[in-house]
């Protein structure tokens, strides 16, 4: 029995020796990955306790920035008479204008104007050598004074003959045909006067005349030359008082224009230069074509102008507003204040008490009626008085205090009052603005999408 008990013990420990190496690799890896482990989850930390104070820190400093008040330039909302008018591209055309053509041939005399200057209807311009007309006429004068001897001849011959015949000496025969011979004489005096009313009516075309008053252009034929009945353009007469304009409007703004022109026969259209900014003329809407350009989707007017001053000039291009009405209390803002939302809502910032002593920003919504260069009427919006943004709105969120800057405010001001006395003029008492219905067309501001001088809110809250 003790040598078995002795075999087992003697080979215990050469079987603990015998296990193989790679158990003590396994548990040495397992140390490493936890120490790995740890360490990445302490660098791990440290970053994320990094970014919370810098997130922290951001915030503090926003915070801080948002508390601070933002700087802006205000405008009060006026309540004002105002003028509402469509706007259209016009193209100025006489009111008359006449080529002038010689209607006989001839060699053409000295002409009997300067070039450029105003002439008067039935005053002589141009003169064709009147010589061979002269001779014409002459002629058929002559023409004239012998048929009328014949005639008289075959008067006394008839008068004679019917005597005889009376007498029973001539026969009837005879005096018929001394009668027959006096009916051709009265027939060839009768030409004869139409000939000379012919060789008058040429005599007096080689005199050329204005048919109209307006302005004569540059000479076409030098004189000298022979030139061919109404063939030859010899010079363009354009009448400037009056003086036309044609413009178009869209087919769906004819209805409320026919409307306005038919209750009122002197609907007023002003006349504005190729920028639309300054007023050149006033005139009255005379009517409508009698078709829409079905290719266009457009109804042709026009317009006519006194045109006294001459300021108006064939084929200029001019911007015509066709006053519809006058709003005697309309609410009138800088185009500038008005800002567009996410959504495409239109608002404005208006600077209000905070109820502490100091003053915030509030979104008032807006609804746009008007809207044409600097200015923009209401339809709702801030009560008149009322202080709204112009400047510095980009910045800006519901409550944000704000400061207003004496300094500005005044340049603010200032520019405010240069805008609205140059509108004054321009329009003659007040700024006309463009209707909502011609927004979209060629040549037009719309309202919400066009505003000059405007900003959007792109940071504000949804």
């Known amino acids: 029995m003790m040598p078995l008990q002795n075999a087992t013990e003697t080979h215990l420990p050469q079987f603990a020796e015998s296990q193989p190496p790679g158990h003590k690799n396994v548990g040495a890896r397992i140390v490493v990955y936890l120490v790995l482990v740890i360490v990445g989850a302490l660098i791990g930390w440290e970053v994320y306790q990094n ?270 507003h066709l006053v519809l009405e006058d709003r005697p209390k309309a609410l009138v803002v800088p185009s500038a204040a008005i800002q567009t939302g996410l959504n495409g809502s239109l608002f404005v910032w208006v600077i209000d008490s905070d109820g502490k002593g100091g003053q915030a920003a509030k979104m008032q919504p807006v609804k746009v009626a008007l809207a044409e260069g600097q200015s923009t009427i209401l339809d709702s919006g801030p009560e008149p008085g009322a202080k709204v943004v112009v400047d510095g709105a980009d910045r800006l969120r519901p409550g944000q205090q704000v400061a207003v800057s004496a300094a500005r405010q005044r340049a603010n001001q200032g520019a405010g009052q240069g805008a609205g006395q140059g509108t004054g003029q321009s329009s003659g008492q007040n700024s006309p603005l463009a209707t909502p219905e011609n927004r979209g067309q060629p040549g037009n501001a719309k309202a919400g999408q066009r505003m000059p001088n405007s900003h959007s809110d792109q940071r504000q809250p949804q």
């Not at 200057?117 to 004074?145: C, F, H, N, S």
């Not at 006096?182 to 004869?192: L, M, N, P, T, V």
């Not at 307006?214 to 353009?233: E, F, H, K, Q, Y």
């Not at 989707?297 to 200029?316: E, I, M, R, S």
């Open 51 to 320: 970014h919370q104070k810098q997130v922290a820190a951001t915030a503090k400093q926003a915070a801080a920035l948002q508390g601070r008040p933002v700087p802006v330039q205000v405008v009060e909302a006026e309540q004002k008479p105002m003028p509402i008018f469509l706007t259209a591209l016009g193209t100025v055309t006489p009111y008359m204008s006449v080529t002038v053509k010689a209607r006989v041939s001839g060699e053409l005399m000295p002409v009997k104007f300067t070039e450029g200057q105003e002439v008067k209807e039935g005053e002589t311009i141009m003169v064709i050598d009147p010589r061979p007309y002269q001779a014409a006429l002459d002629q058929a004068k002559g023409t004239l004074a012998h048929d009328q001897a014949l005639l008289k001849n075959a008067q006394a011959e008839y008068n004679r003959y019917k005597a005889l015949y009376d007498a029973g000496v001539v026969s009837k025969e005879a005096m018929e045909a001394d009668e027959a011979q006096q009916g051709q004489y009265q027939g060839a005096i009768e030409s004869d006067n139409a000939a000379i009313e012919t060789a008058q009516l040429q005599l007096s075309w080689c005199y050329i005349k204005s048919p109209i008053s307006g302005r004569i252009g540059l000479r076409l034929v030098d004189p000298g030359n022979v030139i061919s009945a109404n063939t030859t353009n010899l010079v363009i007469i354009n009448q400037f008082k009056p003086m036309a304009v044609y413009f178009t409007l869209p087919e769906n703004q004819l209805p409320q224009v026919l409307h306005k022109l038919a209750a009122d026969k002197r609907m007023p259209a002003d006349a504005y230069d190729r920028g639309d900014t300054q007023k050149i003329s006033t005139g009255k809407l005379l009517t409508a074509d009698n078709q829409i350009d079905t290719t266009t989707g457009t109804a042709k007017l026009k317009a006519v102008f006194d045109n006294k001053d001459q300021v108006l000039f064939p084929n200029q291009f001019v911007n015509i």
